[in-house]
């Protein structure tokens, strides 16, 4: 069977609106080796008997059409790319990992009365993934977008320690802290404990953290931070922000992007894309306009909501094409491209799959030589491309292209 050719217009088409979906349908099986046998099977017994002349010719073609109906799902399964191909010479890539808040255990929402010890096995797995594909996808930066524990209590901080442990020392990497990384009174005392400067400090792609903020216990020790990093002839800087960040944290990353505006910018924050106003009614979280947030969790009055975040600090500069976010399980997967204030685009990407059985991560393979980013949400224990959710049936919102300027334009 033919599979898509990377190169071909099969693609779904570069889409650079909002894309939302709605109806629910059936999630497509993966396929295995029987299936594939069961279904083919029919076909090949055809063909065989009426080469022998045992069949006449019209009974043959009713088997015929009988046999190609029968192997229909599994063509339409192997159709479409089934799995992430390897990233070819000149290409590299950036992995998010979505919100991780699967915990199960002692004292997990999923699992209140367990006595068992608390484990996140789809974390694990989305770090064993990304070791094991370093090199044949040439990931140089891994992105979370917040939400790293359900429940802030030290047992899961331990846990989400353990699993990116795997990562340390490997791979560059930062983390946005999410709502749930947030305590009362929007302290990430806990996130700072696990996740403090003193565990990258030693790192050479560590940039810093806001060192002096209003509240340390909200904003301090690395709860805002920023990596650098290089990658296809390219320069990078990606700052990861606490969700709703104050003021005093988008005027010190104002001050990072103007340090670094010779640098390509990235941002990481766990708010963004979703329902535009806060739902006052469960359904609204599906059915609701959605679009750049205009509402907030976190620091109370303090708080910044996405639209502010834009208005405030992102749009202002030329640097910042790419804003990755999460935080909106029911929305799951989103992209809105806006102009800044220099006339470029701005691609905001949200991704969240807590809500979806698949263990769902998101690679984006940037291709230099095309202006691409091919984004690709892969499932990281079964390795298959995500071919549509329950919110989202169609695979394109998993998997589409971004424009992306990399090379500079010819004189
Ligand atoms: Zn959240």
Aim: positive net charge; proline residues 7%.
């Amino acid at each position: 069977m033919k599979m898509r050719d990377q190169s071909s217009k099969s693609w779904p088409c570069r889409i650079s609106v909002l894309n939302v979906g709605g109806a629910s349908a059936p999630r497509p099986k993966a396929t295995s080796l029987i299936t594939t046998v069961g279904t083919l099977m029919p076909l090949a017994h055809s063909v065989a008997t009426y080469l022998t002349g045992s069949w006449p010719r019209r009974l043959f073609l009713k088997q015929l059409v009988v046999a190609f109906l029968a192997a229909l799902p599994w063509l339409q399964v192997t159709g479409a790319e089934p799995t992430i191909p390897p990233a070819p010479e000149g290409s590299f890539s950036i992995v998010v990992i979505p919100d991780s808040q699967k915990y199960l255990g002692r004292g997990t929402k999923s699992q209140a009365k367990s006595t068992n010890e608390v484990t996140n096995a789809a974390l694990l797995q989305h770090t064993r993934w990304i070791l094991d594909n370093l090199d044949k996808q040439r990931i140089v930066f891994v992105s979370h977008v917040g939400d790293i524990v359900d429940r802030n209590v030290p047992e899961q901080w331990a846990v989400a320690r353990r699993c990116m442990d795997q990562l340390h020392g490997r791979v560059p990497y930062g983390i946005a802290p999410g709502n749930h990384d947030h305590g009362r009174a929007t302290q990430t005392t806990l996130f700072q404990q696990s996740f403090g400067t003193v565990r990258f400090a030693g790192m050479p792609w560590y940039g810093g953290a806001f060192a002096e903020p209003r509240d340390p216990a909200a904003s301090g020790n690395n709860a805002n931070s920023f990596q650098l990093f290089s990658a296809g002839g390219m320069e990078f800087v990606i700052l990861h922000l606490q969700c709703n960040a104050p003021d005093d944290v988008l005027q010190w990353a104002d001050g990072v992007l103007r340090q670094h505006a010779g640098r390509r910018a990235i941002v990481t924050t766990h708010m963004g894309l979703g329902p535009l106003e806060q739902p006052k009614q469960k359904d609204e979280f599906t059915t609701g306009p959605k679009g750049l947030m205009k509402w907030k969790k976190c620091h109370g009055e303090r708080g910044n909501t996405p639209e502010q975040m834009w208005q405030k600090c992102f749009r202002k500069h030329a640097n910042l094409r790419l804003i990755f976010c999460g935080d909106q399980s029911r929305t799951q997967a989103m992209r809105l491209t806006l102009q800044n204030d220099h006339g470029k685009p701005v691609h905001w990407l949200l991704s969240d799959y807590m809500q979806d059985v698949g263990w769902w991560l998101r690679a984006y393979r940037f291709l230099p030589g095309k202006n691409l980013i091919e984004v690709r949400t892969v499932d990281s224990h079964e390795g298959r491309l995500c071919e549509g959710t329950k919110f989202l049936p169609k695979p394109d919102e998993h998997q589409f292209q971004l424009d992306y300027e990399m090379t500079k334009p010819k004189p």
